[in-house]
């Protein structure tokens, strides 16, 4: 298949799209690029000029992004985020600080060099004598804090050398779950962002190093238990809400309950019908849909950047959208199921489980089932949320592949609602 021609393109996805690459490309190319060695940095292609994917993230997807509102300062701060990681390669640095430098986006590209950090060699402690073979495998420590990321970029999780990440004072309203990869990750902050969940896949990294995971304060939804159901005592399962059943494009089911995701007023009515629950797991199966398997096959195309450059022009924006969804995915590692752990591109389940934090507050320990709080302990929907509690609990987002990826049935005693932290606000 040839590549058609721009003004194919632009008859079949709309001249906005080209009209945005062409002035990124007239503002970013007046910048001086003195010393810059890095050619993706300080030019942008123009709409006649389509370049490789792993050059500039995908010709096509990154463009319809919200773009910065300085792309002077934009490319301006990539520039000064590329020299401080080169100087600390070049000197042996393992912590990394770009914090307060501006970053409202942050590409692959600029955190790719850190791939070649080698560490010096450490003076052993004391009475320890030196060692003739010691590891020059870093110990990277990232410091992103006081910036305006809103989302993180996929290169980020490639970085398996990270042992701290500091996150805190974004913009930032969810953690991808890729961040599974970081497994030797010991330190993690995320506080003053706009997360309202976590992804249940940080479970993986509680139950490694992760020794310090600083939350608060961010506008986590709370459980909310109607005052009829406060008498309840909970089972060796953590209070969540009733799974969501989502459609082949992503969108709610007709007829599933509320989810958090995609509803953000609060939702306390507990007695939605357990047959229209029963209805969607007798509809159910494991085989994936036809759209399902044809993202999946796009997803290990090379060229999944350039996808929507071949559309025709009838082809409806929702197709473009699942291609962009695709192509996030992949550069975050992709994502699986939390119950079979198939890989998967449109979640069909989605619900929120509270787990508490025990310990020194560095989160949840599985084995320990025991010393969940009861769940008349969480106040009914009349009372405000008390502080305390608003800090006992994780809310932790998971997904399922397929209509029959939901909870255990057992833990359907320990349903309960959900309310923002504004809503909280104003009770």
Known sequence: MSKPSESDVRRGMGNSVFQRMDYMSSEA???????????????????STFEDPEIFDGPVFPLWDTQPHSLKAFWRNQKAAVEEIHKCIDRGTEIVDLSEFGLEKLQDSTLQPLQYLVAQRRPPPPGVQWQRFDSFIPEVQLFLANNSLSRLPGQLFRLHNL??????????????????????????????????????????LLRKDLKMLRLHPNPFIQPVVSSSDGSRSLTPHPP???????????????????????????????????????????????????????????????????????????????????????????????????????SYIVPRTEWIEWWPLLGRGTGVNNADLGNLPQLNDIPPTSAPFPSAMEN????????????????????????????????????
């Open 163 to 204: 042992t701290v990440l500091s996150l805190r004072h974004n913009n930032l309203t969810e953690l991808p779950s890729a961040i599974r990869s970081l497994v030797n990750l010991r330190e993690l902050n995320v506080s003053n962002n706009r997360l309202q969940w976590l992804p249940y896949e940080i479970q993986r």
């Open 392 to 427: 006992s609990f994780i809310p932790l987002l998971r997904r399922g592949c397929s209509w029959l990826c939901v909870p255990d049935s057992s833990s359907n005693g320990n349903i309960v609602g959900w309310s923002s932290a504004a809503d909280i606000g104003q009770k």
């Open 240 to 342: 969540r809400t009733r799974p969501a059943f989502l459609r082949n494009d992503g969108a709610l089911a007709r007829g599933s309950p509320p989810s958090p995701v995609t509803t953000s007023a609060c939702w306390t009515d507990l007695n939605v019908s357990t047959p229209n629950e029963k209805r969607f797991s007798d509809d159910a199966s494991k085989v994936p849909s036809l759209f399902e398997v044809s993202l999946r096959a796009c997803y290990d195309l090379p060229q999944l950047g350039q996808l929507p450059l071949y559309l025709p022009i009838e082809a409806p924006e929702s197709l473009t959208s699942a291609l962009k969804h695709t192509w996030k995915l992949k550069q975050q590692n992709g994502q699986r199921c939390t119950i079979c752990t198939s």
């Open 29 to 47: 190319n007046a910048i001086p690029c003195d010393g810059m060695t890095e050619p993706n940095l300080c030019a942008v292609p123009s709409s």
